[in-house]
């Protein structure tokens, strides 16, 4: 089949590398020059476990292409894929007018039956939106569907291939064919390919990641509790997390959830709701706890140095939102940055993969390490901001040696209590006791 991947951001490469994979012929539109030019070079712009291999083998099998021109990639192609951004605007409401320019351009091009298709995650009744937009151009037959993606950075390439279940929302029976012919590699486990109407596709993006989202704050709340009454989050969450109408996933406590869909989508619904005089009451309590929740280690920072902070100097692990991504989007650590700058610290920073990215957006606010233990040198203490596999087994004796006190912050609850202790650290997690070897 061909098809027409219009926008070449996280979720557009992965999209089009993937179908490309399973013998589509992809192209890839992005009004980038440069970015589309070190494409067809074979330069992934984004960090994502195993996207490079597909990538790199469907650019030398002529399966996967790229272009500057929307034209020339709809020409041919049977399904266009719309994946462009929809960031939020000051209310919090999804901005559609990449999607709805595109939209327009496209009733302009089409000369024949397209099979247009939302990925990019889009409220209610948007695909109303982008099929009137393309007929108030153009007469050709074409049909609109709602096909929101599920992908979790880091796993994206996994999630697309082997998908839990993929979601079409379509009207006419000949784009349900479409899919469900584009789709059928991929559904061959057994996996539910779920049909419904636009609409109905559309919300259920939105529904799952505000869930998730909940049940992240959920937890952190929780863990905020356990800190005030001495009992122990951890336990608690194993407790909780046998049962299996709850899950264990996605119980983990931390510094809040971050990048590119939580926040964003939480808030889109939020404000769908107010459009239609609807109060989302429960999602309206999980950004405000979201929000103080990104800043929490900064508080224990404070109470730790009796909140005289300015000219201290503290190490930073992780910059990214999350492990196994580049993607620093409403990432904890820049708010903890910000904020810790604000009080006169001095931070030296290192993420095995983020760190060209944070320099983009705050150039020299901060120091940025060669490595894990590089950035210790002398500081006062060690934060703990992302859950990267390289931090969870470190060396601690050379953290010690390092480190002007054996301190540390951790935001991920990724060390074990007992061993803290018997190391002789003092260290502060989420929703757990605190070890102090000078009280002890």
């Known amino acids: 089949?061909?098809?027409?991947?219009?926008?070449?951001?996280?979720?557009?490469?992965?999209?089009g590398t993937c179908f490309a994979e399973t013998g589509n012929k992809v192209v890839c539109v992005d009004i980038d020059a440069e970015k589309v030019d070190k494409m067809r070079a074979g330069e992934v712009p984004i960090y994502e476990p195993h996207l490079d291999v597909l990538f790199d083998r469907n650019i030398r099998q002529g399966r996967l292409t790229f272009t500057t021109s929307l034209e020339e990639a709809v020409e041919n192609a049977e399904v266009i894929f719309l994946a462009l951004p929809t960031p939020p605007g000051e209310d919090g409401s999804a901005d559609l007018s990449y999607i709805i320019r595109v939209s327009r351009q496209l009733g302009q091009m089409i000369k024949n039956?397209?099979?247009?298709?939302?990925?990019?995650?889009?409220?209610?009744?948007?695909?109303?939106?982008?099929?009137?937009?393309?007929?108030?151009?153009?007469?050709?037959?074409?049909?609109?569907?709602?096909?929101?993606?599920?992908?979790?950075?880091?796993?994206?390439?996994?999630?697309?291939?082997?998908p839990d279940r993929v979601v079409i929302g379509v009207e006419s029976e000949r784009a349900k064919e479409v899919m469900e012919r584009l789709y059928k590699p991929f559904v061959r486990q057994g996996n539910p390919l779920i049909i419904m109407d636009e609409k109905s596709a559309e919300l259920t993006k939105y529904a799952a990641n505000a869930f998730l989202a909940t049940k992240i704050t959920f937890m952190n709340e929780i863990a905020n509790f356990c800190e005030k009454v001495g009992a122990d989050v951890d336990k608690v969450r194993l407790g909780i997390g046998s049962d299996?109408?709850?899950?264990?996933?996605?119980?983990?406590?931390?510094?809040?959830?971050?990048?590119?869909?939580?926040?964003k989508d939480v808030l889109a619904l939020?404000?769908?709701?107010?459009?239609?005089?609807?109060?989302?009451?429960?999602?309206?309590?999980?950004?405000?706890v979201n929000d103080r929740q990104k800043t929490i280690l900064v508080d224990k920072v404070k109470r730790f140095f009796e909140y005289n902070l300015k000219g201290k100097k503290l190490a930073l692990w992780g910059?990214?939102?999350?492990?196994?991504?580049?993607?620093?989007?409403?990432?904890?650590?820049?708010?903890?940055?910000?904020?810790?700058?604000?009080?006169?610290?001095?931070?030296?920073?290192?993420?095995?993969?983020?760190?060209?990215?944070?320099?983009?957006?705050?150039?020299?606010?901060?120091?940025?390490?060669?490595?894990?233990?590089?950035?210790?040198?002398?500081?006062?203490?060690?934060?703990?901001?992302?859950?990267?596999?390289?931090?969870?087994?470190?060396?601690?004796?050379?953290?010690r040696e390092k480190l002007s006190a054996p301190i540390i912050f951790d935001g991920r609850n990724l060390y074990d209590i007992s061993q803290m202790s018997d190391l002789g650290f003092y260290y502060e997690s989420i929703g757990r006791e605190v070890v102090n070897p000078i009280l002890e």
Do not use: H
């Not at 037959?141 to 999630?159: H, I, K, M, Q, T």
């Not at 120091?367 to 470190?394: C, H, K, N, Q, S």
């Open 1 to 15: 089949m061909n098809i027409a991947v219009v926008g070449t951001g996280y979720v557009g490469l992965v999209t």
């Open 270 to 288: 939020q404000r769908s709701g107010r459009e239609e005089n609807y109060e989302f009451q429960v999602l309206n309590s999980v950004i405000a």
């Open 244 to 263: 299996t109408r709850i899950g264990k996933r996605f119980l983990f406590p931390g510094i809040g959830y971050g990048g590119s869909c939580f926040p």
């Open 113 to 162: 039956y397209k099979v247009v298709v939302d990925k990019s995650t889009v409220p209610v009744g948007t695909a109303e939106k982008v099929r009137e937009t393309i007929s108030e151009m153009t007469d050709i037959e074409f049909d609109v569907v709602s096909n929101p993606e599920f992908l979790r950075e880091g796993f994206a390439v996994d999630d697309f291939m082997k």
């Open 319 to 399: 910059l990214a939102f999350k492990p196994d991504t580049d993607d620093i989007r409403e990432a904890p650590a820049l708010y903890m940055i910000n904020q810790l700058i604000a009080e006169g610290v001095e931070i030296k920073a290192y993420d095995p993969e983020a760190m060209p990215n944070v320099q983009k957006m705050m150039g020299d606010k901060i120091t940025y390490a060669d490595d894990a233990y590089d950035a210790l040198d002398g500081a006062d203490a060690l934060m703990i901001a992302t859950e990267w596999g390289v931090f969870r087994t470190p060396d601690f004796e050379l953290i």
